[in-house]
């Protein structure tokens, strides 16, 4: 068993000095605010928050970080052509490679406060397009990976079929592509299969997008959802050209269509969901489906803002993703999940921040639903010890009184300095580094000057 001290633990209401017991796989079995007597406590200083979901990743994108910001006013540039330089670079990626990615990219996601990961995972054929003997094979470089850096992982083997709303795919997408339902099934449970026999993370679905896949295929995964009994999710309405390709198509809306199959509840979440109504947006939050926000790759896209502001006016659930990983910082992309409202409705107050958070309530916990690891509280006993030790010797953050303190944190960047971080009661990250960092970094350094990936 370890007895932890934490003077400052950010709860639910706010900071509080907390006593917590963990069992020897970093689960917590006990929390008090009263110290019991004759036990050595672990103290752990600073202000500890829970650590962060990341509900939203393509590992392999990792490795195209600032290649497509080469930029001509005189030149169009936009998703679809940052698409094509994404689509040649997923053409080259190996399971090693994929491996030594992913394995700095979690590494990096853990320095910054992520803790666990939801892997969208598409990357599943060899580059032309054939099966490879372990049908999870890039799976498990993502699983291992992910055991290596030491952070949770949710894989999401992801169902590609077509090209676009009925059309066959191209050349790029060979790597993605399940002929059929069956075929993407058999993917699923030889992946489930893969994580059990690695023992670390657990199973989810998605489909691509409503351009990769046709109705009947949305109601067999809502059945497969329902046979495992786990989170589906989907890439929704991110761009206007998939807007209008859905309304020429289906003679609706992207959300609109999903939403009156009648088949979305709290298992489904909605990436992105960018360009959306208000009927829309109301009604997925009715729905009671995740909102799963990307700010810095969908600022970095040119995508747009998602309408927060009527979204939670109408108690809409929500989470955050990194996607193409631009930017890592969850403090940031939840700074820009609230900027970017401040900036389309020229008003300050989109989440309520006092004691408690709104806007890192729903990233918390939601991202954990997203995840598929449900939880009513940020340390509540039988779940893992997940949690970012924030320095709190910056004066700003010293001073701030219990009501400012998390808001300092969220809102006053130059002050946030992550000095510890753990998963399952493990310290991963020790003052502001990753506990692996020197020998990742020279296997990525390597890796990506050998290849000419970059």
Same mark, same amino acid.
């Given at each position: ?39 050595? @406590? ?24 600032? +290649? ?44 910054? /406060? @992520? ?8 990357? %599943? ?40 709303? #009925? ?10 592509? *399940? ?7 058999? +993917? ?73 199959? &009648? ?36 600022? $970095?896209? /040119?995508? /747009? ?8 006016? *109408? ?7 990194? &996607? ?32 408690? *958070?709104?806007?890192? %309530?729903?990233?918390?916990?939601? #991202? ?24 709190? *010797? ?55 000057? $050998?290849?000419?990936?970059?």
């Amino acid at each position: 068993m370890k007895y932890l001290h934490i003077p400052q633990l950010i709860t639910e209401n706010g900071p509080e000095e907390t006593y917590l017991t963990l069992d020897e796989k970093g689960i917590i079995t006990e929390s008090g605010q009263v110290e019991k007597n004759n036990i050595e @406590y672990y103290t752990i200083n600073g202000v500890v928050l829970p650590g962060i979901p990341n509900s939203h990743s393509h590992a392999f994108q990792y490795a195209m970080a600032g +290649l497509a910001e080469v930029q001509q006013r005189s030149e169009s540039d936009d998703f679809w052509t940052w698409r094509n330089s994404m689509y040649k670079l997923a053409s080259n990626i190996s399971p090693e490679n994929l491996e030594i990615i992913a394995t700095q990219l979690y590494a990096d996601m853990l320095t910054c /406060g @992520y803790t666990h990961v939801v892997e969208f995972h598409y990357l %599943h054929r060899q580059p032309d397009g054939k099966p490879y003997s372990d049908n999870a094979r890039m799976g498990r470089s993502l699983i291992k990976a992910a055991k290596t850096a030491g952070i949770g992982i949710t894989l999401m083997p992801v169902y590609y079929r077509l090209g676009n709303f #009925g059309q066959a795919p191209v050349e790029g997408q060979k790597r993605f592509l *399940s002929k059929s339902f069956d075929q993407y099934k058999k +993917l699923v449970i030889d992946t489930n299969a893969m994580i059990r026999e690695e023992n670390h993370g657990q199973i989810a679905i998605a489909a691509h997008s409503l351009r990769a896949v046709d109705e009947e295929d949305l109601f067999k995964l809502s059945e497969l959802g329902d046979e495992l009994n786990c989170p589906i999710h989907i890439h929704i309405a991110e761009q206007l050209k998939e807007v209008k390709d859905c309304f020429d198509y289906h003679k609706k809306r992207p959300v609109e269509y999903l939403l009156d199959l &009648d088949i979305c509840d709290n298992r489904w979440n909605l990436v992105h969901a960018t360009h959306l109504t208000e009927e829309e947006t109301i009604r997925m939050a009715e729905a009671d489906v995740n909102a799963v926000i990307c700010p810095s790759t969908e600022g $970095n896209l /040119g995508d /747009g803002f998602f309408n927060m502001r009527l979204y939670l006016e *109408s108690n809409g659930r929500f989470c955050i993703g990194s &996607d193409s990983h631009i930017g890592l910082s969850p403090f940031e992309d939840m700074r820009w999940l609230d900027y970017g409202q401040r900036l389309v409705t020229h008003q300050r107050n989109t989440f309520n921040t006092s004691f408690r *958070s709104e806007m890192l %309530h729903g990233v918390v916990l939601q #991202g954990r639903r997203s995840a598929g690891l449900n939880s009513a509280r940020y340390f509540n006993q039988g779940i893992p010890f997940n949690a970012i030790a924030i320095d709190d *010797s910056h004066p700003l953050v010293g001073s701030a009184s219990p009501e400012n303190l998390l808001s300092t944190i969220l809102y006053s960047d130059s002050t946030i300095k992550i000095n510890d971080v753990y998963h399952s009661g493990k310290k991963v990250v020790e003052d502001g580094n990753h506990v692996k960092r020197k020998e990742i970094g020279t296997n990525t350094l390597k890796t990506l000057k $050998n290849t000419g990936l970059r």
